[in-house]
């Protein structure tokens, strides 16, 4: 499906308005006229793009701001942002290859999926009758593929292994204030504890940070990676620094429409994956997405995390009104009431 225009909470297709349920822009920020503005007038104090190393000896402000910002906001020693939210895991990656060996949990996004990572499964999680020879860092997403609760990562670590989260999925909307998982970690039942995430998702501007020790985050900036890689745009940067407002009343906003459309959305069936507290549907159904097309619905529906795994995602967001989720629940409604 190509469109011609950025889709909010609707989208245009064959020159036809369609509620639109996909995405990852939680908070509706992209679309949010008084953040746009926001974003306008410090592209023009800030430039369309800056493309000087972080490591020149031009240093602007507003990166050590809005990094120092970030980690307080987020409970870390450190923050460090970076052009995307892919290359943050890959710089996190790099920073533990000489000295650890490589451990994932199923679904694992690829930017945190180092090639000689193994597959492990969370029931075994503690390494019983694992001796490594270098130390081991575990990887993960606060939210996999296709789950709508956070991985309770407290859990037991007879290693005291190392922990990299992926919290593009959370970051800006869950957690306090919006904070993300990294507060919630018992970072007793590790030997460090490391966070990435986008921030083209639920904060609406296009980069990657990364949290964590004040020494990590250091080791990170000495890899000629991230010396040889332009920083995230400092108007973006510029705009989340003065956003707080914004964010706010958007969090707010989606809390209220998850609750709403949970109230006309009842049906307690096997056909969908849902939680209280988060913005996304999951449904098994493969011809779920033609269903809700006929009803000028349009979802995620891509293959997606691997080739033959078709990924049908609703999502609900701060920009939808009443009218759009009273149009969806009824939908899935009878969607239901078709398979049973």
Do not use: C
């Not at 307690?268 to 999951?282: A, E, G, I, R």
């Not at 609900?316 to 149009?327: G, I, M, Q, Y």
């Amino acid at each position: 499906m190509k469109v011609t225009e950025f889709p909010g909470r609707t989208i245009f297709l064959n020159g036809k308005s369609h509620f639109y349920f996909g995405g990852t822009s939680y908070l509706g920020m992209a679309t949010l006229p008084e953040f746009q503005n926001l974003y306008a007038k410090n592209l023009k104090k800030w430039g369309t793009a800056y493309g000087s190393s972080r490591k020149a000896n031009i240093k602007l402000a507003v990166y050590e701001n809005a990094e120092q910002k970030l980690a307080k906001w987020i409970g870390a020693e450190a923050a460090l942002t970076v052009s995307s939210g892919t290359l943050a895991g890959l710089l996190a990656l790099q920073s533990f290859e000489a000295t650890h060996n490589f451990f994932h949990l199923p679904d694992t996004h690829p930017a945190i999926l180092h090639p000689d990572s193994k597959n492990i499964a969370w029931k075994d999680i503690d390494f019983t009758d694992f001796k490594p020879s270098k130390q081991t860092l575990l990887v993960g997403d606060s939210f996999p593929s296709k789950q709508v609760k956070p991985l309770n990562w407290n859990v037991k670590n007879t290693l005291k292994t190392s922990l990299l989260v992926d919290d593009s999925h959370g970051l800006g909307f869950t957690g306090t204030d919006g904070s993300g998982v990294y507060k919630a970690i018992d970072k007793t039942r590790f030997e460090e504890v490391l966070m990435v995430a986008s921030m083209g998702k639920a904060l609406g501007i296009n980069g990657g940070v990364i949290a964590g020790s004040q020494v990590r985050i250091e080791k990170i900036k000495q890899l000629s990676s991230f010396a040889g890689a332009s920083g995230m745009s400092p108007a973006a940067l510029a705009t989340y620094f003065q956003a707080d407002q914004l964010y706010a009343i958007q969090r707010q906003r989606l809390i209220e429409n998850i609750a709403y459309f949970n109230q006309k959305f009842q049906l307690p069936s096997t056909h969908f994956v849902l939680d209280k507290n988060y913005p996304v549907v999951y449904s098994q159904h493969t011809d779920i997405a033609a269903f809700l097309q006929t009803k000028n619905i349009v979802i995620a529906h891509f293959d997606y995390p691997n080739p033959g795994q078709t990924l049908n995602r609703i999502v609900l967001t701060a920009a939808h009104n009443s009218e759009d989720l009273d149009t969806l629940a009824i939908a899935l409604h009878e969607f239901t009431h078709q398979k049973i």
